[in-house]
């Protein structure tokens, strides 16, 4: 079958298909081109062109293009999909075309690479329909001697799902499916006796013995999970029949057949026990991009998600892809998700988790009112452009590809880094923002690469877009990436002090002699000069640091960048975070590696010092930040521009004001600030009160006068006796 572009020398005679009768595929081919995919017409593949423009389902077919299309069928998905699939009617007499769209696709795609996917979507937009097609296919068309088994919820679900089986079965064209008379005719499971096909069912559970014994009971190479998160003990049941269908996959991979698991739902209760552990594994796996598409072959595109996947306590390092899909990825207006919210009388949580895809708390607490959280979750966006490095660390940008350099080379960037040992259980969050709004312009989760790689990596970062500072959280392996900082960058001409957040800067004020040494030229460094300032890199989580970040610095960042975080796995981790024992945390066995660096980023903009030393303008940082998610406009912007000009002002004279002896230059200096100060306003800038201000310099001059004295040298008079 054709997958991937390398796939079509494989068959010599394989065409692309643009005369099929099935506009849907013609469509989602057109909008993958748009989005920069390379490889966009695989699904309009034909591998036997004498088929082109013939009807599979006409009644003058000869015997030869009946067998032409029952090979076509087996070996070429697409064309099965296509131009042969039929779905039953809601309404009407007369069955519909299977409808490709980027949903369905994703998932037929991914399972055919034996890359476990879980489909989430909302609810009437055909998520079920799409995988029971995929079931038909492989039950009556691509398998021999292999089982099926499926796990819902209830007894009424699964009969509903076989009897949909069955309908689309008896769509198919008769030549392509033979019967046995002694193929079993329940509502519990299928059988294909023709190639010894065994579709096999099971439903929930209510004790975890029996949960338990169902997930053994199943020896399959094929595994669809439908609405796991509202199946009973799915923690149990899962594991164990993952496990019990080792030998089945691996023999159907020694025979070169079809197998994989497939989850689909629509979203859960994410502090439910099942809920949470679906909700875990499922956002714990690798978010779907059609840019996996232009992967070489099966194996490297194994590594990319592998890479990308970030993991859980609940599933630990499970390689899956997370297929989100939205009304509107799926094809769907906001007219019509209006109207299926007024037909369910859909409202509340219920509308949040069955139309649009939100995982709901019902008894936590989130640290964010409703709102922002809406605020947040509506801010989600595709990527503009997906960067996929050679050694396959994948970067979104949320910035047009076309833009991103010029973009990086006239602003300026802050790039928070959550640290971890990229193990497999927990990931490395890098997330980029604008230092003039806040937003998101790239973001990025590694979970399982070797560090050194990685670390230059964030070097060769750094060097390429030299606008862009570093914070790094300094925990587990962040001194790994120190080090090699701290010898990439010089090595090409950079300063790390102007490039990475370090207390020496930071404290400059009270490291005084340090700053002065950093300052000087860096060519005049020695070779070691970097080590002694090693553990001043990185921001250091305490408990008093780590509440000022999920306090003040969440509720503040939430409420003016909340409508630009933009990224999914941001969003998540964010909209994830819960109130524990009065201390704001992720969930148990979640994530926060995302949210954390997102973060770090903001919390450098308002609570870190001499920014200016790593080169951001303080007339343009936070200049475009509205309060409540508000844009602003030019005026405003022109008006906190000169409040910042203000400030510094301000604390330039009053750093004067410590050390001038002068009684008419301090009372020069002095009107200077009163009049200065009375013209700040009020607008989550620094506040200046004018009276400590002054009661600050004069001690200040006190004690450097005290300080004088003592250093000054006592005379033995009796000497000049």
Known sequence: ??????????????????????????????????????????????????????????????????????????????????????????????????????????????????????????????????????????????????????????????????????????????YLWVLDKTDAKNSIGLTYNTKNNKYMTGVAQSSEANALNLGRGQTAPIFHFDEPPFVSHIGTTLPAALAAGTAAREEAKLHGMPYGNIFTTTAGKKDDRDGKYMYDMIHGGSPWTEHFFDCSDTNALYILVKKSCRGSEAAGNKVIINGTFSHLQLGKTDEWLMEALSNANSVGEAADRDFFNRWTSGTQSSPLSPTLNGIIHDSEMEPLHREISKDSYMFNWYIPESEIMERMANGHYILGMDTSDAIGRDGIGMVLIDVRDLSVVGAGSINETNLLLFARYIASFLIKYLNVTLVIERKSSAQTFIDCLLIELPAAGIDPFKRVYNKVVDEAQVRKSEYAEICQDISSRHYDFYTPFKKSFGFVTTGNSRDTLFSNVLQNSAKNAGHLVKDKAISNEIRGLVVKNGRVDHRNSGNDDMAFSWLLAQWLLTNGNNLHHY????????????????????AEVEGRKHQVELRKRIEDLHTLLKVTTSGFQIAKIEQQLKSLTRQTRSDGGKVFNIDALLKEAHDARVIDKRDSRRATPIIDVSSLW
């Open 1 to 174: 079958m054709i997958l991937f572009k390398q796939d079509y020398l494989k068959f010599g005679t394989a065409i692309i298909d643009l005369e099929t009768s099935n506009k849907s595929f013609l469509r989602l081919a057109e909008l993958y081109r748009s989005m920069g995919v390379e490889n966009n017409a695989f699904i309009l593949a034909l591998l036997q062109p004498a088929l082109q423009g013939i009807d599979p389902h006409s009644h003058d077919l000869t015997e030869e293009q009946k067998v032409m299309i029952s090979m076509e069928c087996k070996y070429n998905p697409w064309y099965f999909f296509r131009e042969v699939c039929r779905v039953p009617p809601i309404a009407g007499p007369n069955p519909v075309p299977f409808r490709a769209n980027r949903g369905n696709i994703a998932l037929i795609w991914s399972f055919l690479n034996h890359i476990d996917f879980a489909l989430i979507q909302p609810r009437q937009t055909g998520k079920s329909v799409s995988t029971d097609c995929l079931m038909v296919w492989l039950h009556y068309i691509a398998t021999t001697n292999t089982k099926i088994s499926l796990i819902t919820k209830d007894d009424a679900l699964r009969t509903e799902n076989v009897d949909r089986l069955k309908n689309i079965r008896n769509c198919l064209p008769p």
């Open 615 to 634: 080169g951001i303008d303080m007339t343009e940082c936070m200049s475009l930040v509205g309060a409540n998610n508000r844009e602003i406009n030019a």
